[in-house]
């Protein structure tokens, strides 16, 4: 699709890339249906003087392993992880070939595929869908079978395409979550991006 998100767009510093995410939208096919969402709230991790002790990346003493090593790859490559062996979590890659960063979509606003997302948030008021990073990629069926895809390529079924660049006084930042016992000033790194006031933000 032309309005695909080109390589170039992700292979910047992970911070700008997380903060001009923001109103764009992410897109999954699914044979002849769409379903989508505008990204209204992620998480960058890297870009520092120092490894980011928050980042996947930073751990094997910050080389690559069979897990991580797509973070290191080319930007525009989808990241995709299983947390607490529970929830399937996406990012997509970001920066320089060879340095471990990405941007984690921690949540989204449905815009179309609303029937899909019903039925994969089951008993679940629409606007708990997708507040949150496990909630969307099972609302919106990722999985494991995302990871490594390259989303700027026109036959990946996964993808991030242009939609609205946000004014400054719109877009907040703060801390990341669930961070556990990464230690400061990693913990407190503002480094999360959100729209101001949108009500599909996570809690």
């Known amino acids: ?7 170039d767009f992700f292979a910047r510093n992970c911070r700008i890339v997380a903060h001009d995410l923001l109103g764009k939208v992410l897109v999954h096919q699914i044979g002849e249906d769409l379903i989508g969402g ?24 910050g080389r690559p392993t069979k897990r991580t090593e797509i973070m290191f790859g ?23 070939t060879g340095t471990a960063s990405a941007v ?3 949540a989204v606003e449905p ?7 019903a039925k994969n948030r089951a008993n679940q008021p629409q606007k708990n869908w997708t507040n949150g990073p496990g909630k969307l990629t ?31 006084n719109q877009i907040c930042c703060g801390p990341r979550i669930g961070l556990g016992k990464t230690p400061e000033p990693w913990k407190s ?8 006031n949108n009500p599909h933000v996570s809690v």
């Open 1 to 7: 699709m032309s309005d695909r998100l080109s390589t």
């Open 38 to 61: 505008r990204i209204v709230e992620v998480e960058a991790y890297c870009d520092f003087h120092e490894p980011d002790l928050a980042c996947h990346g930073s751990r094997n003493n």
């Open 74 to 96: 080319q930007a525009g490559h989808a990241y995709v992880y299983l947390n607490y062996g529970i929830h399937w979590l996406f990012n997509v890659v970001t920066g320089e």
């Open 104 to 106: 984690l979509i921690r």
């Open 111 to 117: 815009l179309y595929g609303h029937d899909f997302m």
């Open 138 to 168: 099972k609302a919106m069926g990722i999985n494991q079978s995302h990871n490594k895809q390259n989303l700027c390529r026109p036959s990946s079924v996964i993808w991030i395409e242009a939609h609205t660049d946000l004014p400054n």
């Open 189 to 196: 790194m503002p480094w999360r991006y959100w729209i101001k």
